[in-house]
């Protein structure tokens, strides 16, 4: 059982971390999902350090934790280490890894969304090759 110190210490990270991740989603580059481009993302994978729509975030949710480890930006909590990648990528720095070879001005294929986001992140057809770099090195 924890103590109330414990719980309001708890309770200001999580609103410590609430309000981050508030700060990341009104970034312009964070302000569509990361995948189909659709406005208000209130999703998100953390170890990908993108936000993300609902729609999405069931289809990254279907591809696995190994691939992606979705949570609510809005209901969920978060750790440390969870909110420091979202701070560190978010989706233009992501993109600029997981769609390198996507033309820039090309929209994702609304009809095919969910074989789309599969070719992006489990096959990395779309990925610059060689491992994920540092996000603060793109």
């Not at 993302?41 to 934790?65: D, E, K, Q, Y």
Request: proline share 6%.
């Amino acid at each position: 059982m924890s103590t109330r110190t414990e719980r309001q210490g708890d309770k200001a990270l999580n609103e410590k971390h609430a309000k981050i991740l508030k700060q990341l989603m009104m970034r312009p580059e964070n302000r569509k999902c990361v995948d189909c481009r659709k406005k208000d993302p209130r999703w998100a994978s953390w170890n990908l350090g993108v936000f993300m729509c609902i729609r999405c975030s069931g289809i990254h949710r279907s591809m696995g934790t190994h691939i992606s480890k979705v949570k609510s930006a809005d209901l969920d909590t978060w750790t440390p280490e969870q909110i420091e990648n979202m701070v560190r990528w978010g989706n233009e720095k992501a993109n600029l890894y997981w769609e390198h070879a996507w033309a820039k001005d090309l929209e994702p294929p609304e009809h095919t969304i969910e074989q789309w986001i599969r070719a992006k992140y489990e096959r990395k057809q779309y990925a610059m090759n060689g491992p994920i770099p540092d996000p603060d090195t793109l």
